[in-house]
């Protein structure tokens, strides 16, 4: 496939380290709140850009830490712990709060189809790792002591600015959120490696260290967790785009001193959703998550549905209107897929292959989902029987995880038990047990009923077509597989 890469700033093809097989990380989840919704769509790209990998052969190692220790106010190593934070809140302990927003964030990913990763590592589970690290750098002349704390040096590095793109305004941010500058630091980008004195005082969460009791900083986490469970080499590295700076940008700035060669591949960020007043966020306007969207009455795969429909490079503007949209979109695409037969046949394999060539360009060009979708539509209206268009959009699916044909089915279930009570004044039905039949052959007799016969014998053609002959009974109607 062919990818773009924030760290070269064009779209390249995909390649990975060892043949066939994919190392790839993603910046998990700060457990101190419910996701919300912006945070998420982050995730449903990244999903579907590892199943795209797995169903273009690859296997792929994905990797995803438990931010749950050492993730400060401000990404640049200010204000307090947003552990601490969740757990003053809630007048709970910190592993309290992280455990509970640890598994509603799973809950979150699980409506949302979003497979979880094969490794997902809580940070405080490798504490000793992340000291093991801090000490090599620091025995490299990368990492130095100052007031208690241990920060990683950054005038050490060839090249800091990794993704260019950032200017120098986005280094004012720790400037721009009311903090003051660390006096600790030789260079105003050095970041902490582990705190030892932190700006507050009653940090829950310390381990033993060789520079005194303390606790990790944020960025060392990633590089640990992945080099660890994906090796030296990473080929793709994914998060928000509001990752790049500085944590990704610290990320590749730790790493490569560790291990003294070039560590990640290629960098897969996704653009922020906003709302029409700006970017989404926790502490702004209305708090979004999925359980809200499911009291409102939204079908979470509603708003995958609404992600897939634009790129991920590219803002996304929420507004419950635009979401109307797409659950309105979604609904009717699930409409037609439930209208489609499904008597046994062949599947037109040169014609699914050809069907499926094009979703794999299509897709694999920079994770076009939005094409993906138009696909669906695509072999909807595609010259080829029923059996084949069900067999190439259960393929699809695989990648897109709209649950499309298991939607079908639950939508015909609840016609046809429509149906049937609709028809309750005593007629009966027998048959085989098909409520798709079952329905048509109560739209025959309630067209009979009409005497609109014209309909009638429409509808008993349309059943013959399919194999289908329906015998009336008194009181109702049996019908059989001819
Ligand atoms: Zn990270």
Redesign the pocket.
Known sequence: MYLYNSATHKKEEFRTHTPGRVEMYT?GPTVYHFAHIGNLRSYIMEDVLEKFLRYEGYDVNRVM?ITDVGHLASDADTGEDKMLKGAKRENKSVMDIARFYTDAFFDDCAKLNIKTPDVVQPATGLIGEFIRVVSALIDRGYAYLAGGNVYFDTSRLDRYYVFNDHDEEDLAVGVREGVEEDENKRNKNDFVLWFTKSKFEDQALKWDSPWGVGYPGW?I??SCISMKFNGEYLDLHC?GVD?AFP??TN?IAQSEAYLGHPWCAQWFHVHHLNTNSGKMSKSKGEFLTVSLLEEKGYDPLAYRFFCLQSHYRKGLVFSWENLDNAAGAYNKLIKRIAALTRLDGAVDEEAAAQLKERFLTQVGNDLNTAQGITCLYDVLKAPVNDVTKRAVLASFDQVLSLSLLEKAAALREKEAAQAKTAGADGFTIQGGGDPEIDALVLQRAEAKKAKNFAEADRIREELKGRGIEVTDVPGGAVWKRI
Do not use: A, V, W
Request: proline share 0%.
């Open positions: 910046c830490n960025h986490e990633c998060g990752n944590h990704h990320e």
